[in-house]
Each structure stands twice: as structure tokens, then as C-alpha cells.
């Protein structure tokens, strides 16, 4: 049996809660679907329990519930600026709901200047960091090469061919697809010395990479970013914009109404400084404790000892999964450089759709993993390398309300916990499938792609109902 040197299960919530297979037996359930969700850490779990019982409004309450809530919550702020190593005079941080909400909200806040402003993405992005940008100013795709790496003499084609235009460049800091990293940094002194900021998609980069916005007067500092913090093992609603504070000490909130104004009359309002500005209404000050324990967790086991388990289950997984055949691994398959990337990995078994193969894993062997375009339907389409003939034939059946032949792959994503173990207990798995060795008869539905079967349900209200949620002592007859 394979081991690695860490083991950090001990350090979550619920790994070893069993869940129902098919075939009528249990087993604790192997979540390879970081990439989406983590699971929450214990100390994330305790922070929480501890805070409840104190929690009440923040900012304005007087009381000393309010206060201690208010001094908590403005603490997780700090510690967010720190987490990235934010200066909190140049830079503010606006909690929000995630990363799509973090990048909507800049969508609407960044200064423009001029309708023919140009924002450089990349088509190998997130459709949070893609939708935002498009018609706020002209977008601009920057390409990409065969292997799915962003192309950096593309980028400087088009920084050159927009001198003068680009406002912003807005691109990953790690794809959620194949895991490969952007030379942030390297990518930030190119948009600085073009007269642009930069903007990183941060969901997939904090939970296993250190990030470092440094000081704003560093030619590679990072001018924004956003994560989430149900990715870093916090999974209580919080995200957050990272940002120039001077940015937003202008303009007129996106989001308006309470907690955002200074005064407000019948017919004038002023608004308040960052970050209150960008946060109308009621906060989620819980959301902010838990990212704050999850981010004193992730500091406490240190993000070098983080990505150093990561990269050995990546390379143990490139490996033990290249060698089936029938597999196809996309992206780099090399587990030499699996510490040059995250432990993300797309792959397809050849002639089985990544629907079933998804189907079959969850219901019969416990294991979650996703399949389809993983929300970066253009890059999927490259990393396949469908013609545009082929892309329109897909979306014209799509749109015709046949997903059956919805191009997409498997992804496999590794969080801290997980184990070489689990590896195996993918691979074993996809070997059989591959050999035909599974139980069930899966029919495929026409409108979504997905496949189920016809004589099993799994029974979840076992394993959880609302019932099960209410007290005694409300129980029907109390009154
Ligand atoms: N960007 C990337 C790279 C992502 O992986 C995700 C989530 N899969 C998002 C943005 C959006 O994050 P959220 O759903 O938390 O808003």
C-alpha cells in the first residue's frame, strides 16, 4: 500500500461518514471534487460553535454581543489582508458571497474610463472570470496554446496591438480544469508596464499555493483578487474582493442600501469609505469567522508542507492513471512537474462518456468526482480540439435539448486530505469500468446527458432530513 509522509484527515469534518453504494454496503465516501468544494475543517467547525453563541449584529450594535461580533468579524478582515499579504492602507477587503460575486462586483466598480477600454482575459477561463468582463468595455480573449497554456506571445500581440486601451488584465492564478498555474506575477509586470491592472481569479489558488499581492509599488504586485472560501475548507457563504482601496473610495456602489452611506437625506446620499461601500446590508459574519479559522489552519500547517503533499498525490495519480490504457489524461500528464501545477486532472475513458463514468463512480464505489465542461466550456472545447464545425454541430443538438453528446471530460481534484489511497480507489475503478466490470444499467437522459439508474435511488433521508434537524422538544404536540 502507497503512503505518503502527511496525513491531515484528522484535521476534517465528516471524511469518514459512510454513504450508501448501489450494491446495498457503505463506505466513507472519496471526494475528489476539490476543485468545486472542500470539505470544512474541524477547527473551521469549532470556530463556528464557538462564535454562535455570541453572534449578533454588526457594526452599529452597541451591546456586547454586537461588539464582539463586529471585533470578530473586522478581525477576519485582517486576516484575509494578511492571508495574501495585502497592506491594508493601499488595499481593502469587501467580503462577499464567492469568487463570482467578487469578480461581478469589480465587473461594475472598476474605473473605466472610456467605452473603448479593452479587458484581456484568456479562453482558458472560468465563466466567472469571463461573463463579468463581457460589455463592460471590448474583451478581448487572449489564446491559447495546444496544450491549453495561456500564450504569452499572444498576450503581447494583443497588449501591443490595444496599446493605450487595456484597463485590465483579468486572468486565473490556476485553472480549475487542468490545474495549471499563470506566472501571475511575471503576467502582472506585463499589464503594469502596458498601463493596465491585473485582476487574479484566486478561487483555486489559496487552498493550495501561498499568494503574495505585494506592496503596490512593486512592477508584479497583483492589484486585485478573489477567492472563495468554500475552496479553502470554510464552506459557510464567504468570499472575498481583495482590492486598491482607492478604487473603491470612488463611484457609486454596484449593491446599495444600508451599511453603505455616510448620510443620507431625501434627495442626497454620500457614500461610506471602503469597505463599507461595497458591502450593503447585513454582512455574513459567520461566513467571515469560519474563512478566518480555515485561513489560521492553512498558516499553521504552512502552504509549502500544503503543496508539497499535493504535488506527491498529483504525481502518484499522473502516473498510476496514465498507465491504464484507455485513459487519457489532458494537459500535462508529466508527474516530474507535478509540483508545477495543482492537482487538478482532466481525463476521458475512451468510448464511455464522462457522464456515465461519473455515474457509475458516485453510485457503485463512492466516489464524487465531476464531468462535463466544468464551467470553461471554450477551453474544454480546446483542450478537445473540436473544430468550429464540430462546436457548432454540439451546440446546435444542445440547443435543440440533446445533451447526450455534450462533450466534457472527468475531473479528478485533490484537496489536503486525500490520500494515495484514494488514487488507487479511483484507478481500481475506472479499470473495471473500462473492463465492463460494473453492476448497474444506467439509462442516459436525453435533456441533461446524465445518466441514472432505473432501479436505485441512493435513500438520503437516511443520511440526512429535516426531521432529523428539529429538537424534541419541538417536536409536533409542543406548543
Ligand atoms: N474561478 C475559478 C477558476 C473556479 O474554479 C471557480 C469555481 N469552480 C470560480 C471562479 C467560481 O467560484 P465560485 O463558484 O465560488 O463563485
Known sequence: MPSTNHNYRHLFVGLDTPVPLYDGTQQPYINLDNAASTPPLRNVQAAVDAFL??????????GFKSRLSTHAYEAARRAVLRFVNADP????????????EAINKLAHRFPFTDKRDVVLTSGMEHHSNDLPWRNRGKTVHVG?????????????????????RVALVAISGASNVTGYLNPIHHLARK?????????????????????????????????FL?????????PFGTGALVGRREVFAQG??????GGTVEIVTLDDVVWAGPPDRDEAGSP????????????????????????????E??????????????????????????????GVIPLQVSGVSHFKVAAILGNEFGIGVRSGCFCAHPYILHLLGLSPEDSQQVRERMLAGDKRQMPGLIRASFGLYNTLEEVDALAEPLERIIRGDFRGHYQQEVASGEYHLSDWQPPFEQYFSWETTLLPSFQAGDD
Request: aromatic letters at 4%.
Open 284 to 311: 455574513n459574519t459567520v461566513g467571515a469567522v469560519a474563512l478566518a479559522a480555515a485561513i489560521a489552519q492553512l498558516e499553521n500547517i504552512g502552504m509549502e508542507a500544503v503543496a508539497a503533499h499535493e504535488a
Open 313 to 342: 498525490l498529483t504525481a502518484y495519480a499522473l502516473q498510476r492513471l496514465q498507465a491504464i490504457p484507455d485513459i487519457h489524461i489532458y494537459g500535462d500528464r508529466d508527474p516530474q512537474r507535478a509540483a508545477q501545477r495543482l
Open 226 to 234: 478573489a477567492i472563495s472560501a468554500h475552496k479553502m475548507y470554510a
Open 144 to 164: 491559447l496554446t495546444q496544450d491549453g497554456h495561456l500564450d504569452e506571445a499572444d498576450l503581447d500581440r494583443q497588449l501591443g496591438h490595444y496599446a493605450g
Open 53 to 62: 453563541p455570541y453572534y449578533s449584529s454588526v457594526h452599529r450594535g452597541t
Open 89 to 100: 492602507a493601499a488595499h481593502t477587503c469587501i467580503f462577499g458571497k464567492n469568487t463570482t
Open 191 to 223: 499589464a503594469h508596464a502596458a498601463g493596465a491592472q491585473i485582476l487574479v481569479d484566486c478561487a483555486q489558488l489559496p487552498p493550495h499555493r501561498r499568494v503574495d499581492m505585494r506592496p503596490l509599488d512593486d512592477p508584479e504586485h497583483l492589484d
Open 252 to 257: 457609486d456602489p454596484d449593491m446599495q442600501g
